[in-house]
Structure formats: C-alpha cells, structure tokens
C-alpha cells in the first residue's frame, strides 16, 4: 500500500541530493521515518489557558496532565501506550534534535503522583542538559492501537511551537489540534497560526473546548467555521466539552459523552490512524513535494530573473553596449571636429584679410593726410623709413593676431576629444616669422619732377612777356612807347606769377604721384601678406588636420578594439547565461513534474487538505 507514495518520497529525496540541499534532504528522510511508524502522533498545540490538558486527559479518560489555577506545562508531554502506568523526563543531549540521530537519551524516572511537578519541569530535569520532555505511559486500548498524544507547552506565537524541544515540533505530528476556548471567537493569533501550520501540515483540526461553560457556543463555533473559511484555513472545527467527557467516563453516562462531542474528534483520530499509510501518507507526501519543490525552484527562478536583469545592465552585455556608444560617439566627434576646424579656418582667413586691409588702410590714410602739405622732394626719405616701419608693424601684429587664432583654433577642435582624456593638442605651435621684415616688397622711389632753374626762367619769361605786350600796347594808345617802366614792371609782376603757379602745379603733381606709387606699393604689400597669411592658415589647417585624423584613427582602432573584445567576451558569457538558463529550466520542468507526480497522490482520494501550485 505504501509504494506508490513512497517511491514518490524517494524521488524527492533524490531530487534534494541532486539540488545539494542536505537539509531538505534530511526532513525528507524524517519524514519518510515519520511515515512509515505505524504510530499517529497528534500534536495538541494552542494559547495558554485554552483547555489543552485537560483536552488531552478528556481523550485517554485518565487525568495524566495537571490542570487547575497555577498549574502551567513548561515540558512538552507525550501521553503513549504502556502495559503499566509510568512517567519518566526525558532528556535529549543539545547535539541531537532528530528522531534518526541515533543519540542516546536519558530518562529521569518520576512516580505517577509527581507528574505535576514534572511537567511544571521543578522535578527530574538536569540543568544544562538541553531539551527535555515528559512521557507518560498508559494502557490505554486508543492508545494501543497507535494514538501518540503530545500536549505542548502554551504559546502565542508558531515559532514558539516545540520551543527547545524537537519532541513538540509540528514537522514530526501526524496531526495537529488546535486547541480555542468558546468564551471567544478565534484571535488574530490563532488564525496566523492556523494558515502557517496548514501550509506545512496536511491534518489540522480546530478544537474548540469548554462548550459546556457558553451556552452560545454554536454561535461561537459558526462564526469560527466562517473565519476559518474567510481565512482560508482547510480545518475542520469540532466543539467539545472535556468537562462532560470525563464527568460521563465516571458515571458512564452516553448520552453525556454524545452531548460532550468527543465522540466525533476520537471518530476523526481513529480515521486518521486508520489512513495514516494510505490516505495521510498520500497528503503528507504532496504538501512535502509542495514544500520541497518551493525552496527548490526559488532560488533558480531567482536566478534565472536576475540572469534575464542582468543580460540588459551588468556584465560583458553591458560593457558591448558601453562600447558600442563609443564607436557612435566617436562617429560624432569625427564629425564635429572637422566642422569645428573648417568653421573656425573659414572665419580665421575672413578676419585675419580684414585686419590687414583695415591696417593698411589706415596707413594710406596717414599718407594721404600727410602729402596733402608736404612736398615729396623735401620729405621723402623721412617718409620711406616711417612707411617701411608701419608696414613692418602692421605685418608683424597681423601674424601675432593669426598666431593666436591658430592657438585658438587648435584648442576649439581639440575641446572635442576631452572625453577621452587625451591631450589633444599637436605638438607644434605657430610662430612669427623672424624674416618677415625681409618679405615686404622694397619701395621704389618715384620718378618726382623738380622745377629747375632753366624751367623758372621760361616760364617767367613766358609770364612776363604778356604783361609786357598787354600793358605796352595799351600804353601806346596813351602816346607812350611800348616799352617803358609801367610795362616792364607789369611783364615782372606777371613773370613771377606764372612761376608760382607752375610751382604748384608741380607740387600738386608730386603729392599725386607719390600717392599714387604708394598707394601701389601698399595694394602689392597686402596682396603678398595676405597670401602668405593665406599659405599659413592653409598649412595650419593641413597640419590640424592630419594630427586630428591620425588622433581618430587611434582612437577608433583603441575602441573597435575594445567593441570586438567586449563583443567576444557578451557572446561567450551569453552562450554561458544560454546554458545555464537551459538547465535551470530543466531542473524547473523536471521539478513541475515531481509536483505534479506528487499531487496525483491525492487526485483520486480525499485529501484531509486542499493542496495548491507552488509559487
């Protein structure tokens, strides 16, 4: 009967070895231990005060556990069959807490009439020797037939359930009983407890006591019946009086022990002894699966959730997305510092053409300012070395203007690789050149007409002869001779003029002329400087041009480098995430159909609980 599920059993215990869980491993084995005892031990558990001993005492009719006002179970105490009355402390060595661990306990014998004092732990119990509890032996013919009970210490809390000793644990009960007065409907407390013992345990039932002391307790015990539900506890409620059970155990009375309901819970303990190797052991075997199966597969769903988080944000994927930003970024940089370096070589050759025409033309506004009034023959060699200097001046701080804006420019484009850390700027630097005095065009003095003494007397003559004739012939007209002194004065007054008029006449020619040489010579000044100009940006722009190439090129071949290195190492640990993924899937599936294998234990029978997938 017991080799369907117990072949199940085993594939669990398999399954926890191959998981590596050595304790899971051992709770199945306890369990499988558990199981195969013919025994049913039933773990009577609830809050203080509750009527749990009295309850013990109400089934085996024979007042084993102390009850009454200041009488409190500090040792766990387990009532079982014996041919003659006993009772003895049991000591467990601190080591041992498994009923395989093939320890050596040691008893601690206590008359009968001592048992309170025992369970109240003041007698047969050794200081320091760790966990202890009382058995007390009955003949019993319920117990005979296998019923095991253990009366628990009180508590409020489930952890608190079993305390120090492993003898009161829920995982080694067959059943549990949870013990609730009717003077109140089922605490907060309770309810906890419930759904923690139902989600670990197949057989819980709710005893709900002391019925003959609240004449409402069906109401009690019909609210109780919806909270359990509400609550969603599978636990069947079973009111019961230990009072009238023991008072018609005494007279003999069955009507008494029909009205005290016990019939019904011993009814229900016979049916679970009876199925323990069946029924219980087929539910027992699926809630463990379910158990198993959970803390199994947590933590490979756990891992295969944070595998599938950290595919997108940690690790060589992320270190191949990193790198393939900086491939785009390059890509965007390549771009913007050659716009940089056209945009700021285009304005460099407008600006540095304007300053030099703005320059020169000051210095032709000088000249002309200057040769309105002064005669090139007189000033002339003045007026070369001061024009010469303003020529060296005005070229001089136009290329320290041209310096600076190569400088300039070479900084704008190099802003644009300061993500990389690299120091960006070419190793050379644009200077004045030291020759550049010897680069202007030499001044040609132009060819300036000088009045010569012969040219004054000409034109003297010419002057004066037609004041002679002009004023001589009027003069005949008065009777006088052509020439006289009137006349002759006339012909010197008008010689004169004539010579100061051509003077500056010829004056006004020379200041034209030279303007005119000058202006020449300043235009070829600027065409050759602003060539020269024009080469230096050009050859600047050449020069940040190719150090700016050959800085991308590294720079690309350092980060495709790194791509292809990240790019490896995301495929070899994706193929290493594919695989592992694959086997905790496996281990998955292979779980799902253990859960499943054990849950058709109780498909065709009727399971003492309501057993759900593991989440």
């Keep these: 009967m017991a080799g369907i599920w117990l072949d199940v059993l085993d594939e669990i215990a398999r399954t926890c070895r191959e998981h590596g869980r050595g304790d899971l491993l051992q709770a199945v084995r306890d369990k499988r231990v558990q199981l195969l005892d013919p025994t049913l031990r039933v773990l009577v558990v609830g809050e203080p005060n509750q009527g749990k001993s009295q309850l013990v005492n109400a089934i085996v009719n024979a007042p084993v556990c102390p009850v009454g006002d200041g009488l409190t179970t500090v040792l766990p105490t387990v009532v079982r069959h014996d041919e003659v009355a006993s009772a003895a402390v049991v000591h467990t060595p601190p080591a041992a807490g498994r009923p395989t661990a093939g320890v050596t306990v040691e008893r601690t014998a206590v008359p009968v009439d001592r048992i309170a004092a025992a369970v109240a732990g003041t007698l047969g119990r050794r200081p320091g020797g760790g966990p202890a509890h009382v058995e007390i032996g009955l003949p019993r013919a319920l117990l005979g037939a296998g019923l095991v009970l253990v009366d628990t210490t009180g508590s409020d809390e489930v952890a608190a359930i079993g305390g120090g000793a492993p003898i009161a644990a829920v995982s080694r009960a067959d059943a549990v009983l949870l013990v609730s007065d009717s003077t109140r409907e089922l605490s907060v407390a309770e309810i906890n407890m419930l759904l923690h013992v139902t989600r670990s345990h197949p057989n819980v039932v709710v005893v709900q006591t002391k019925t003959d002391l609240v004449p409402g307790w069906r109401v009690v015990a019909e609210r109780n019946r ?19 059970r023991l008072r018609a155990a005494v007279t003999d009375d069955r009507e008494l022990n029909a009205e005290s309901g016990f019939p019904v819970l011993i009814a229900r303990l016979q049916r679970d002894l009876a199925g323990k190797a069946d029924t ?106 001061w024009l010469e200097r303003s020529l060296v001046e005005a070229a001089e701080a136009n290329h320290e203007w041209l310096v600076q804006r190569c400088d300039w420019a070479a900084r704008r ?18 200077t004045v050149p030291e020759d550049l005095d010897n680069r202007l065009p030499e001044i040609e003095r ?15 003559m010419k002057g004066s002869y037609g004041g002679l004739l002009m004023f001589g012939l009027a003069l005949t007209l008065a009777g006088m001779p052509m020439i006289n002194p009137v006349s002759i004065g006339a012909g010197a ?75 490896q190492a995301a495929d070899t640990d994706a193929a290493v995430r ?17 859960y499943d294998q054990a849950q058709q234990l109780t498909a065709a029978r009727s399971a003492p609980a309501r057993l759900g997938p593991p989440t």
């Excluded at 595919?311 to 940089?333: F, K, M, T, Y």
């Excluded at 050659?338 to 210095?363: C, F, G, K, P, V």
């Excluded at 594919?578 to 253990?594: G, H, N, P, V």
């Design 493 to 567: 007054l008008f010689g004169g003029k004539s010579i100061r008029d051509e003077s500056r006449q010829m004056l006004r020619r020379r200041q034209s002329t030279v303007k005119t040489a000058i202006q020449r010579h300043v235009d070829d000044f600027f065409v050759r400087m602003n060539k020269d100009c024009r080469d230096t940006v050009r050859q600047v722009q050449r020069m940040l041009r190719d150090h700016f190439t050959a800085l991308t090129e590294e720079l690309q071949e350092s980060i495709v480098r790194s791509f292809r290195t990240a790019k």
């Design 280 to 385: 219980l052991a087929r539910a027992s075997v699926a809630l463990t699966a379910r158990t198993v199966v959970e803390q199994l597969a947590a933590p490979l769903r756990a891992e295969l959730e944070s595998q599938e988080e950290e595919e997108q944000q940690s690790g060589p994927i992320s270190q191949l997305h990193a790198a393939q930003r900086e491939v785009d970024e390059l890509r965007r940089c390549s771009t913007r510092w050659q716009n940089t370096l056209n945009d700021e070589m285009a304005d460099l050759l407008s600006d540095i053409e304007y300053d030099l025409r703005d320059r020169t033309r000051q210095i032709l506004r000088m000249v002309d300012e200057a040769f309105d009034t002064a005669d090139p023959l007189v000033a002339w060699d003045t007026f070369q070395e």
């Design 226 to 244: 919806r909270h359990l539900a509400e609550a969603g506890v599978p636990a069947a409620l079973i009111p019961v009086s230990s009072a009238l």
């Design 578 to 594: 594919d695989q592992r993924q694959r086997e905790i899937r496996l281990k998955m599936t292979r779980l799902a159909a253990l």
């Design 446 to 460: 132009p060819n300036i007409d000088r009045f010569t003494a012969s040219q004054k007397v000409i034109t003297g």
């Design 413 to 430: 484009v190099a802003a644009n690789f300061a993500r990389y850390g690299y120091d960006a700027l070419p190793p050379w630097s644009v």
